[in-house]
């Protein structure tokens, strides 16, 4: 497996482990890559709104074994192999997520210290997570950086657009098929709980931007010129509203996720960017 640029500390491989997991109420699928928490900070990977454990592919372990960090890997509520839901979802389900769920999993897991990367919806729970007080709260690890993929703080035409797409795809195409290697009975909670959430005409009013002020932590955001389900507003709308110090990159020929269609890319940045706030570069 190739090696990051950055410096990483000498270890021994530590093959990932299923943890027993519940959150607000529900038992979650989960898995660790690396060292304990005790050992070292955590990245923590928050999936896509069609995402799940599975979904991450090999790049929970990839990132482990780069950046020398314990990496926590789990699928939400009614995703991959966690507890199914029953749509509809309520259209607040990123801030059900942020604000009960991930306190949750941070404290059943021990997370001591801890570096959010989340992915789209991921991102936008992220985003919750760190501009909301449930962060600063006692007992919470401390938050040592954001990376976010491809984020969402409001809604765009264009994200409602390619959401349509999605549901034509679902109904007609293979999506389905494709969705239930990774998610099984669950498949049609997952699609349909993430699908009309973002359809209905209430989710126009959505938006995060007020959670942006609260965020003094460092944040890397990795976007797409030609993201189908967002535009680069999304990034300046963050760029703007947080208050640590603040890192993008934008990419070419890339879509909606950076990690799988420019992995190389991806990866150094996040290495870099989760190695120097766990204080492992200067």
Same mark, same amino acid.
């Given at each position: 497996?190739? #090696?990051?640029?950055a410096t990483s500390p000498s270890r021994a491989r530590i093959m990932p482990r299923t943890l027993p997991l519940t959150a607000a109420g529900h038992r979650l699928e989960a898995v660790w ?8 900070? !955590? ?10 454990? +599975? ?11 780069? &950046? ?7 699928? /939400?509520?009614? %995703?991959?192999?966690?507890? +199914? ?14 604000? *009960? ?7 059943? &897991? ?18 919750? %997570? ?6 600063? +709260?006692?007992?919470?690890? @401390?938050?040592?950086?954001? !990376? ?18 999605? @549901?034509? =795809? ?5 999506? @389905? ?7 099984? #009975? ?15 005409? $209430?989710? /126009? ?11 003094? &932590? ?5 976007? *797409?010129? &030609?993201?189908? %389900?967002? !535009? ?7 760029? @703007?509203?947080?208050? $640590? ?16 269609? /420019?992995?190389?890319?991806? !990866?150094? +940045? ?6 120097? =706030? ?5």
């Amino acid at each position: 497996m190739p #090696e990051s640029s950055a410096t990483s500390p000498s270890r021994a491989r530590i093959m990932p482990r299923t943890l027993p997991l519940t959150a607000a109420g529900h038992r979650l699928e989960a898995v660790w890559h690396g060292p304990p928490p005790e050992a070292t900070p !955590t990245i923590v990977m928050l999936h896509e709104g069609l995402g799940c454990v +599975a979904g991450w592919r090999d790049w929970p372990a990839r990132l482990a074994e780069e &950046t020398g960090l314990g990496v926590l890997v789990y699928s /939400r509520w009614g %995703y991959g192999g966690s507890d +199914a839901v029953v749509p509809p979802r309520p259209l607040r389900y990123m801030h059900d997520e942020g604000l *009960s769920s991930l306190p949750d999993v941070l404290r059943g &897991t021990g997370v001591r210290q801890a570096i959010l990367v989340g992915h789209s919806d991921g991102a936008s729970i992220a985003l919750i %997570y760190a501009g909301s007080p449930v962060s600063k +709260a006692a007992g919470a690890p @401390r938050l040592l950086g954001l !990376t976010l993929l491809a984020p969402h703080v409001f809604c765009e035409d264009i994200s409602v657009e390619a959401i349509t797409r999605a @549901r034509d =795809a679902y109904l007609e195409g293979d999506l @389905r098929q494709r969705l239930a290697r990774h998610h099984g #009975e669950n498949v049609d909670g997952a699609f349909w709980g993430w699908n009309r959430a973002w359809l209905d005409p $209430g989710f /126009r009013e959505w938006n995060l931007e007020a959670y942006l002020p609260e965020i003094d &932590t460092p944040v890397l955001v990795l976007q *797409s010129e &030609t993201d189908p %389900y967002g !535009t680069l507003a999304q990034v300046d709308a963050i760029e @703007r509203g947080v208050r $640590g110090a603040f890192t993008k990159l934008i990419l070419e020929s890339c879509g909606h996720a950076p990690q799988k269609d /420019r992995p190389e890319e991806t !990866t150094a +940045a996040v290495v870099e960017f989760a190695q120097r =706030a766990a204080g492992l570069l200067p």
